[in-house]
Each structure stands twice: as structure tokens, then as C-alpha cells.
């Protein structure tokens, strides 16, 4: 079946530094695949996404990019904000309705 | 436009009791689906709808669990007896069956704490 492997946390970063949270998948066919962000308290919302191979998803300084070679799918941001701290799901959207998350990573951005 | 609104977003309550989570999801959106959210499991899908029908009710823990949806503007998820392994976070989602638009719209979700 479908599954989605993500790096683990949590992740503690200095405000302006890279941030990188590496996402795999399997999944027959060709998935969609989106990343979500839940801040404290609140529930998911979708971050960006990408529906075929070599898209590119970008919102909020936040990119990623659908790699089917690689069957990867990282999320990046080049100079993170202590308002970004957040948890990060990676998720696909296979040949059934329902997408299949992944466990999350908990980033920390530091002042 | 509003979001998907959830109700309560607390609640506390006794173990046995009977417990109501209701969802409504964003207008002309045709699926929902539940979550649940724990530290120890992440985040479970519960059960899902397309246009009222259930669809996939799988991840439904046990029989104390039951979720309907009555109309395309309201779902419930009740547990009956609840216990306190029950506390979690429930979160209903939408999405809207066309294309490729498979993302899916949370609310804020309802926090239960059986005790």
C-alpha cells in the first residue's frame, strides 16, 4: 500500500538558518503529494503542493519538489522565522481518496 | 468563505459517558473525512464520506464508534461508551472531487479528554 517515510525530529534551528525535511513515498501510479503545517493548537493546513513528476511546490518561502526518480518529495526553506515553528506533515494522495500522512516533524526555530 | 467548523472544541467528560464530535465541512465540498490525533498513533483516518455515503469506515477502532452524515452540511462522530484511551484530538476534513484537487481542508480540530 501506500506510505510515506519522513525524517524524524524534532528539529531545533537558529532564526535566518536552511531548514531541510526530507519526505519519501511508495505509492503505485502517480501520486499527488502535499505538505502540511499544524501550528499549536490548531488543526493541518496545506502548506503547498505538487500534482506531477518535476513540480514544484512553493508557498510562504517554503519550497519542494516532486522527484519521482527519487520517490522524494523534501521540503526546504532558505531562512527560517521562529514563527515557522510548527509541525510538518508530508502527505500523497494515491489512487484512493484518502491521502496517507506521514508521522510529522516537529521543528523548533530559536531567536 | 468559512472554513470547516468543528463543535465542541473541548470536551471533557466521564468515562462511559456518551460523546458527540460534530463537523460541518465547507460548502459544496463532497467528501469528509475524520481523524484522530495522539502522540503515542498520529494522525489515524477514522472514516470517510462521499457525498454522505460512507466509503471507507476501516479505521474505525471498535463498535463504540459510529459516524454518520445526514446531509452534504453535517457529520457527527459519536463514541458510546467513550473510555479514557479515547482522548485525543478529532479533526473532520473536506475536499472537493475534482481533478487532481485531492488536498483536503482541516478545522481546528476538538480536544477530548475522557476521565
Known amino acids: 500500500g501506500d506510505s510515506v517515510t519522513q525524517m524524524e525530529g524534532p528539529v531545533t534551528l537558529s532564526e535566518e538558518a536552511f531548514l531541510t525535511i526530507n519526505c519519501t513515498y511508495t505509492?503505485?501510479?502517480?501520486?499527488?503529494l502535499f505538505w502540511y503545517v499544524q501550528y499549536p493548537g490548531e488543526g493541518l493546513q496545506l502548506l503547498l503542493k505538487?500534482?506531477?513528476?518535476?513540480d514544484k511546490g512553493s508557498n510562504k518561502g517554503f519550497e519542494a519538489t516532486y522527484r519521482k526518480e527519487t520517490t522524494s518529495f523534501h521540503l526546504e526553506k532558505g531562512s527560517v522565522q521562529v514563527s515557522d515553528s510548527a509541525v510538518y506533515f508530508c502527505?500523497?494522495?494515491?489512487?484512493?481518496?484518502?491521502?496517507?500522512f506521514g508521522s510529522g516533524t516537529q521543528l523548533t526555530v530559536l531567536p | 468563505d468559512a472554513g470547516v467548523i468543528q463543535s465542541p472544541r473541548h470536551e471533557v467528560t466521564e468515562m462511559g459517558q456518551e460523546v458527540t464530535l460534530r463537523c460541518k465541512p465547507i460548502?459544496?465540498?463532497?467528501?469528509l473525512f475524520w481523524y484522530r490525533q495522539t502522540m503515542m498513533r498520529g494522525l489515524e483516518l477514522l472514516i470517510y464520506?462521499?457525498?454522505?455515503?460512507?466509503?471507507?469506515d476501516s479505521g474505525m477502532p471498535e463498535d463504540r464508534f459510529s459516524a454518520k452524515m445526514p446531509n452534504a452540511s453535517f457529520s457527527t462522530l459519536k463514541i458510546q461508551p467513550s473510555e479514557p484511551r479515547d482522548s485525543a484530538v478529532y479533526f473532520c476534513?473536506?475536499?472537493?472531487?475534482?481533478?487532481?484537487?485531492?488536498?483536503?481542508?482541516f478545522g481546528p480540530g476538538t480536544r477530548l479528554t475522557v476521565t
Open positions: 476534513a473536506s475536499s472537493l472531487a475534482t481533478g487532481q484537487k485531492y488536498e483536503q481542508y
Open positions: 505509492a503505485t501510479g502517480y501520486p499527488s
Open positions: 505538487a500534482t506531477k513528476a518535476d
Open positions: 502527505a500523497l494522495a494515491g489512487s484512493a481518496r484518502q491521502l496517507t
Open positions: 460548502s459544496g465540498h463532497d467528501y
Open positions: 464520506f462521499n457525498n454522505n455515503v460512507p466509503i471507507d
